[in-house]
């Protein structure tokens, strides 16, 4: 293999680059050529391919965002796109793709590899954690650190108004920003869509901390379930009394420098997936598993069902009770 190709796909997040940068230096250090595919599969259908150098990546390991910028892109689940994606590799004279994303952009990588025989590598980039054969993916921790900080500023703000605040985070159908963010940042309740929204519970627990005094709380709700807003009114219902108020974090989840955690996990995976490619590896996804970096057949690790971590989840309440 001398030519290789890396694109990142889908909802951006911090990590990305941190991925990107390694693959095109020790790409380079293995000796081989990296070309970037912009704009996600939709770059690869247009033919938008740049040969990378290492000037190229310079000074991009912590910046969030994706240097290669990113799309959604419908047309890559048709036979025409791809056909279109295919043709650009071969015109390019690329043999090997790296691609940065999540389930979908798993599923064109899938398609390429078993349909076309593109040796295709998988790397899970989503803020959301998502993917059940990887214990986090990229962007999962700055996303996670977004929300805890942004928990620690209300925090000020409720405690000297004896307020509480109903804060939506990310994570589609997934809870785990909701609960690591939640867990770590002492929120007194939190909703995932894994648990189901209890009303009944999070008023039970705002009534009995009142009763001691405690007049400010953070619900933490993961967008998965409802908006901040129907809970803040759910509660407000039911508790005419309470000053109350909601907040939406939105995008900049995704925004800002990665993690140290982001940083490393990046390196790690996109030099494993160089590695993956050079020994004739296809149709595999990197992850993390017990702190360690493997490779799996992403067939099998896109049929595992993800599961939220329950016992985080009640640890979470034990802690957050008066």
Do not use: W
Not at 66 to 93: F, H, S, W, Y
Not at 99 to 127: C, M, R
Not at 176 to 205: C, F, H, M, N, Q
């Amino acid at each position: 293999m001398k030519k290789i190709g890396v694109l990142t796909s889908g909802g951006d997040s911090q990590g990305m680059n941190a991925a990107v940068y390694a693959v095109v230096r020790y790409g380079l250090e293995k000796g081989l050529e990296v070309y970037g595919i912009h704009s996600g599969y939709q770059g690869l259908m247009d033919g938008k391919v740049e040969k990378l150098s290492l000037n190229r990546v310079e000074n991009i390991i912590h910046r969030g965002g994706t240097i290669l910028q990113t799309a959604r892109c419908p047309e890559m689940k048709t036979e025409d796109g791809q056909k279109k994606a295919v043709n650009t590799l071969n015109r390019n004279g690329i043999e090997g793709l790296v691609v940065i994303g999540g389930d979908g952009s798993f599923q064109g990588a899938k398609v390429l590899s078993t349909k076309y025989g593109i040796k295709t590598i998988g790397i899970p980039g989503t803020i959301d954690n998502d993917l059940a054969y990887t214990d986090f993916t990229l962007g999962f921790d700055s996303a996670a650190t977004v929300v805890i900080n942004t928990v620690q500023m209300l925090r000020d703000t409720m405690t000297c108004n004896g307020r509480t605040c109903v804060v939506e985070v990310m994570g589609r159908r997934c809870g785990d920003i909701a609960l690591y963010a939640g867990l770590t940042s002492g929120a007194e309740a939190i909703v995932v869509p894994e648990v189901g929204y209890d009303i009944d519970a999070i008023v039970a627990r705002l009534q009995s901390n009142a009763a001691v005094g405690k007049l400010d709380n953070i619900v933490l709700v993961a967008e998965g379930v409802c908006s901040a807003e129907q809970v803040c009114a759910d509660i407000k219902l039911r508790m005419p009394q309470i000053s109350i108020r909601s907040l939406v974090i939105g995008h900049v989840q995704r925004g800002g420098n990665a993690s140290f955690q982001d940083r490393l996990l990046g390196v790690k995976m996109g030099s494993r997936a160089v590695d993956c490619l050079v020994e004739g590896k296809t149709d595999r996804v990197i992850g993390i598993r017990d702190n360690a970096i493997i490779d799996e057949d992403i067939v099998e690790a896109l049929s595992k069902q993800k599961r939220i971590d329950l016992n985080l989840y009640e640890l979470a309440n034990k802690l957050s009770k008066y």
